[in-house]
């Protein structure tokens, strides 16, 4: 995993998302907590350890994103370990090989944000929930709800895995009585949950503001979550059909592993039919670990087999593997092109504004790649900065009389062919009547434009 995540991981300028962690990570430990209070407060400790993270290693895009890697590949490492202990070695090695050719693996062990360390914490509790049913004492359980406590800070809905959890108790309990199991999953549950109920709290007052863009549940989302969920509908196929297909003398064992792939995202989903919507399928990434030890179960002591579909994986899964490190494959335009042609073009005494759409993103997404260069436009329209305010977004003049620049930048995510389209009405009508526009650039999701004051 750290070998194919490895791959091209800094080819992708920061995405959308990527620029929200960046923004985070660049504020005091007293602003951050600030942010919290008003969104992404669920997301908050990792934004904490991102800022930690890039005081010491800086904010290069490989430091940047290393965490995301380092916390797959040990997430894989730990799924090769749950199917050993559970199963076989071989088992182990097959499952954790085909979890890491997955091409949504790659996606977010490249990705600076919180799911690869939710895949890793949701790995980790599986894994010491099955080490605690088999040599059970009280340390055991408590590392098991340090794992829980850890998911929860890095991602709330990472504790759906808890609804797969439960049918493993319940099958152990059915089969051996035993009345320990019965006080100390539900206390260490509880005491989980309860160190994460604050992040929980606001999770639930700021969900309004999270997750409006979600689109509403539909039965179209419900047919294509298996193929979303792996990131290539083939590779989500070939794996749930080997998984199908498995066998094993203690079918239980097999039944505990069907429900921690299918009950996360069956839950997250009935809910999202019956609320407002929140399937977001990154938010069940773990439920491929189980289904790749399902897979491997089948092709159990068949080396030949395992080696094909190990191979057949690899290869219906590389196309999408290159695109998920396609320049623009984390979501908005290419940064990267459009800082480089402003300071490829810019003069002392530039000014810059941005378009109305996520301008928050766009912003940071200037700011990050332009943020070693000892000349860059001066951001005319800002009054206070988001981290001053709280928010992703900064707070801007509120009228026209703010700026009164020679040459003026415009940077905007695209819509349709005018330049001027998401400026907004009273600055567009001061560009339109005292501007002429002498540059135009027009990259993928994005325009680049330069306006110099009229003469005369």
Known sequence: MLIIGRIGWVEPALGWDEHATWSAAMRTPAQLIDFAGHMDGVISPYYLFMHYWTSVFGDS???????????????????????????????????????????????????????????LFAILSTLLLYVALSRPSWWRWIAYGAALTLLGYTHMLGLLVLSGHVVAVAVRWSADHDRRLLIRWPVVVAAAIALVSPLIRLGLTQRGTQLEWV????????????????????????????????????PKLLGELAALAVLPPVVLITVSFFTSSLW??????????????????????????????????????????????????????????????????????????????????????????????????????????????GQLDAVECPDVTCFDNQRVWYVGARQGGDALSNLGPQLKAKFTAEYKRTGYWVIPLGTIALFERRTG
């Open 61 to 119: 895009l490989g430091w940047f994103r290393l965490p995301s890697l380092l916390a797959v590949a040990i997430g894989v490492g730990l799924v090769g370990e749950l199917g050993r202990r559970l199963f076989t070695p071989g088992v182990g090695l097959v499952g954790g090989l085909i979890v890491a050719l997955v091409p949504q693996m790659s996606r977010y062990a490249q990705d600076a944000r919180a799911y690869g360390f939710s895949f």
């Open 215 to 250: 689109p509403e549940m539909d039965l179209h989302q419900v047919l294509i979550a298996p193929g979303v969920i792996f990131g290539e509908r083939v590779v989500g196929l070939l794996v749930i059909g080997l998984a199908l297909a498995a066998r094993w003398e203690r």
């Open 280 to 389: 977001v399928p990154r938010y069940v990434l773990y439920v491929i670990a189980p289904l790749a030890l399902l897979a491997a179960v089948a092709l159990r002591g068949l080396p030949w087999r395992s080696l094909t579909a190990v191979l057949l994986i690899a290869a219906v899964g590389f196309e999408f593997q290159q695109s998920v490190r396609d320049d623009r494959s984390h979501g908005g335009m290419d940064f990267r092109v459009a800082a480089g042609i402003v300071e490829k073009h810019q003069q002392p005494g530039d000014a810059i504004v941005y378009g109305r759409i996520s301008t928050w993103s766009v912003r940071s997404g200037l700011d990050y790649e332009m943020r070693d260069e000892k000349i860059k436009p001066k951001d005319v329209m800002l009054r206070r900065t988001a981290a001053e305010v």
